[in-house]
């Protein structure tokens, strides 16, 4: 059954050149006064339909009438699949859910995509009206366009040739309360508009429900867009200009009651500054020509003129690849604890710091062989902390988060420590033992070597060649042997470098 209203039925033939004209000027006011739309894992939102324009904007895509279109953006957040069900209803008692006594109202839609911003400059040109089915980029018509009810593959095989992303409408009263919408392989940042209609002309709420949420494959939608002003508070890019950024300010049925932005001005200051200087010409709700570190400041304007109230909002945008910053580091335990927690500390422009730039990531690299060759022991982790780290050399590299361009490393950190064991066999491999790092002393480190009995058995220069397992001239028997050292404490760990003694054992292996 085609949908048509009464209204389209008495128009003359005369009057669809004018008519059309109209319909153009109108398709593209609505389309940029969109409104945000996302889908909630708890079906708690729901959006306001249209009522009192029957007329609509007459034949788009699958649908033969358009009464009471209703203009929505959506933002995806995570890449994958999506599959909607979109429904309409009088809430009657506002608690946005579908109630059993609560009447439901037929929901047709169409949905574009998927667009770089939410803010089409020109909708005539960008959202096509109708299908192209040879592909030849003429004569695309609505009525080349399929009803997703009745071919499901048609749009997500791109059957259409057109970006036209998905359509639907009910045929029988029976199944007008639900349709279905998918969005297939969507990426991260894309926006897609979606036109829904009220074919009623009776109040009530739309509901965007994400069917195949938390399967694989599947995306979500980003719910950040329903918050006024700009999604983000910072940007950090790793020397990729120019960049765009978007804000809305969307109405609010509050209360209060909060009209729409629908004039813009973007402006911008340098960092750490207030000053901020009008863009000239930036008067949409993005910008697309950030080619510089700054604030960037949206303000928005309802229909009269006026500055809405969460106007303005801003972003502060940074260049991470160009930053200059320091790595330290603290250890938390002391010399010989054999495992230690290092943990980086990065200091940086405090201008960069109160922008909130702070999102680096750290890696561990180590000296294995004690050759002056480093190489990585942990892999770059978002925290600065790194746990159970026996003694040896390390190097922290540090650098802003998915910035290869400007890693920064710390000085070599030599922890003072003794391996377990040792194997002296002749494969010169742990032929010997030695404390590891005892060249950093003020006074010469004195290591004593005993066996289980406490007879002494070596006292051992540690910059020396280390205790090869005899006494005597005799081979020692596998076993465990302690040992006690004098030694000054680290400079990291304590300033005044105080002389202490540690004992503890180790394992000889043949």
Same mark, same amino acid.
């Given at each position: 059954m085609t949908k048509l209203l009464p209204q389209i039925l008495l128009l003359f033939v005369l009057f669809c050149f004018s008519s059309t004209l109209l319909n153009a000027q109108d398709f593209d006011t609505a389309c940029q006064n969109s409104q945000p739309f996302c889908s909630d894992a708890s079906l708690e939102l729901t959006f306001p339909n249209t009522t009192g324009d029957l007329d609509g904007l007459g034949e788009v895509g699958c649908l033969n009438t358009t009464p009471n279109p209703s203009w929505y953006f959506l933002l995806i957040d995570e890449a994958g699949d999506l599959v909607f069900d979109i429904r309409q209803w009088m809430d009657a008692d506002g608690d946005n859910r579908l109630d059993r006594n609560e009447r439901q109202l037929d929901v047709d839609f169409i949905a574009w995509g998927p667009f770089q911003t939410?803010?089409?400059?020109?909708?005539?040109?960008?959202l096509p009206r109708g299908c192209d089915l040879n592909g030849d980029g003429e004569n695309i018509r609505p009525a080349e366009c399929a009803n997703n009810a009745d071919e499901p593959d048609f749009y997500i095989n791109d059957e259409d040739n057109t970006n036209i992303i998905d359509c639907s409408y009910a045929r029988t009263s029976d199944d007008n309360f639900i349709e279905t919408f998918t969005i297939p392989n969507a990426q991260t940042g894309e926006f897609y508009i979606v036109l829904i209609t009220n074919f009623s002309d009776e109040a009530g709420v739309i509901q965007l429900e994400q069917t195949n949420l938390g399967e694989d494959g599947a995306g979500t939608t980003d719910c950040s867009v329903l918050e006024p002003g700009i999604p983000q508070d910072r940007i950090a890019t790793c020397g990729e200009f120019p960049l765009t950024i978007e804000g809305r300010f969307p109405a609010s049925t509050g209360p209060p009651a909060v009209p729409a932005a629908v004039t813009f001005q973007w402006s911008r200051a340098d960092l750490g500054n207030t000053n901020f200087v009008d863009i000239p010409g930036a008067t949409f709700p993005f910008y697309d020509q950030v080619n510089s570190n700054g604030i960037y400041r949206l303000r928005g304007f309802d229909a009269s003129g006026i500055e809405v109230p969460d106007?303005?909002?801003?972003?502060?945008?940074?260049?991470?690849?160009q930053i200059t910053f320091e790595v330290g580091y603290t250890i938390t335990e002391g010399s010989f604890s054999n495992n230690y927690t290092l943990t980086a500390e990065v200091s940086t422009d405090p201008i960069v710091e109160n922008e909130g730039f702070t999102d680096f990531e750290y890696r561990l690299d180590r000296d294995v062989n004690m050759d002056g060759i480093f190489v990585e022991y942990r892999a770059f982790q978002s925290s600065p902390v790194f746990e159970g780290i026996p003694a040896g050399d390390y190097r922290i590299v540090a650098r802003y988060v998915n910035c290869p361009d400007n890693e920064r490393m710390s000085v070599d950190i030599m922890i003072l420590g003794y391996p $377990?064991?040792? =194997?002296?066999?002749?494969?010169?491999?742990?032929? =010997?033992?030695?404390?590891?790092?005892?060249?950093?002393?003020?006074?010469?480190?004195?290591?004593?070597?005993?066996?289980?009995?406490?007879?002494?058995?070596?006292?051992l220069n540690p910059t020396g060649a280390g205790w090869d397992?005899?006494?005597?001239?005799?081979?020692?028997?596998s076993s465990q042997y302690w040992?006690?050292?004098?030694?000054?404490?680290?400079?990291? $760990?304590?300033?005044?470098?105080? $002389?202490?003694i540690f004992a503890g054992s180790f394992s000889l292996i043949r």
């Open positions: 939410s803010f089409i400059i020109n909708c005539e040109d960008e106007s303005p909002d801003q972003v502060s945008v940074l260049d991470v690849s $377990r064991y040792f =194997t002296p066999n002749g494969d010169n491999f742990h032929d =010997t033992w030695n404390l590891i790092n005892p060249e950093d002393q003020p006074i010469p480190a004195l290591v004593y070597i005993f066996d289980r009995h406490g007879k002494l058995l070596k006292q397992g005899t006494y005597n001239g005799n081979l020692m028997p040992f006690k050292v004098e030694f000054n404490e680290q400079a990291d $760990r304590d300033p005044n470098r105080s $002389r202490k």
